[in-house]
């Protein structure tokens, strides 16, 4: 009796430990790879678990992305330059600082302004005596004492004093002097109001003619800069004169700029294989400088119809894009796209490698992951 008691104990337990095995969680995954070719096809035991996703034709606005720098415009952008020599006695302007048209930028004290006083001077002395002459000339003429050939004479000389004396208060004009004021100091002024954006002189500087002196400053009017930015040949159908732009500066993320397509450069960088293309923008309370950062994105003026897919359904493996398509019953396939630019509502432009209606895996990361792929 007890050796029947402890064979019935013993085969309970047995029962119990495989109830309790019976009873546990069942295998956590859902999908089984049955095979995986060499070609990139797989078959799944469950498709149905994997979404798909419908290849929509949209219309949208083709968009750019590419870096630039700010620049001055250069149609806004002047040379200050002297044309009277000399030394540079009185810098009153820096690199960097806003002037006022017909502010005074530096004083130099030229030798060719004393002479051009000088001259103008003996012209006017000239002038003065052909005068008196031309006087004397008409009275003796006039009581037959000289020939007209004498008077014609004076006449000439008369004329010829006067157009010396007009040429030399010309000259001291242009040398940017004041006639009423005879001093070698000369007051170099701003031409137009705006930034210096560049100053080749300091105080003492020896100031050369114009022939072989470089600007002396540059002032630029910064309301209205450039944006200079290099798109690479293979995006340059995507740019059109005329497209519009918004711009981002690194320094100020938050703004957003508006700016239209200037130009853009018939010349590749034979380096870096990119053109430069011309924006032009307002600059609203000089908020863009010459030299920053900035980022660009380029949109076309007019929508075109756009293969998109959800951004999920794109799988970028070994520098490629790929999808996942549906090749019947539980097989799948692996196509590589061309993927496009992020368009809004998490979905992603399609250019080549999908058609219009075609169904693609909606989380190709989460089927890859499942199917074991690399």
Same mark, same amino acid.
């Given at each position: ?25 069942? &295998? ?216 519009? &732009? ?129």
């Amino acid at each position: 009796m007890l050796a029947t008691m402890l064979s019935s104990v013993f085969w309970l337990a047995g029962c119990n430990r495989q109830t309790g095995a019976d009873a546990g969680p069942p &295998a956590t995954g859902d999908v089984k790879v049955e095979e995986i070719h060499g070609n990139g096809e797989v078959q799944v035991e469950h498709p149905e678990n994997f979404l798909l996703a419908t290849v929509e034709q949209r219309p949208g606005v083709d968009e750019l992305r590419v870096t630039g720098v700010v620049a001055p415009d250069v149609n806004r952008s002047v040379p200050v330059l002297s044309l009277a020599g000399g030394r540079a006695v009185d810098i009153r302007a820096k690199l960097g600082d806003e002037v006022r048209k017909g502010q005074v930028l530096l004083v130099i004290n030229s030798p060719d302004v004393s002479q051009a006083f000088a001259d103008y001077q003996k012209f006017q002395s000239d002038e003065q005596f052909a005068s008196q002459q031309l006087a004397r000339a008409q009275d003796l003429y006039a009581n037959g004492a000289i020939a007209r050939q004498d008077l014609e004479a004076a006449q000439n000389a008369e004329k010829k004093a006067q157009v010396d004396v007009g040429t030399a208060k010309q000259r001291i004009a242009v040398l940017g002097a004041d006639l009423s004021n005879p001093t070698p100091l000369v007051s170099v002024r701003a031409p137009i109001s705006g930034s210096i954006v560049e100053q080749n002189v300091t105080s003492g500087t020896g100031v050369r003619s114009l022939d072989n002196s470089p600007n002396l400053f540059t002032i630029a009017d910064l309301s209205q800069v450039w944006v200079l930015c290099d798109v690479y040949e293979n995006d340059l159908p995507r740019v059109q004169l005329g497209d519009s &732009a918004e711009v981002r500066l690194n320094a100020f993320p938050e703004s957003v700029l508006a700016g239209r397509v200037g130009n853009i450069s018939t010349l590749l960088d034979p380096s870096t294989r990119a053109a430069k293309v011309r924006l032009e923008l307002a600059n609203p309370g000089g908020l863009m400088r010459t030299g920053m950062f900035a980022t660009a994105t380029f949109r076309s003026r007019t929508q075109q119809l756009r293969l998109m897919v959800p951004t999920t359904a794109i799988l970028r493996l070994h520098d490629k894009d790929w999808v996942f398509v549906p090749l019947g019953g539980t097989r799948f396939g692996r196509r590589e796209v061309q993927a496009g630019p992020d368009s809004s509502g998490g979905l992603q432009v399609i250019l080549g490698g999908l058609a219009a209606g075609d169904k693609v895996i909606a989380n190709a990361l989460q089927f890859a992951s499942a199917a074991g792929m690399e």
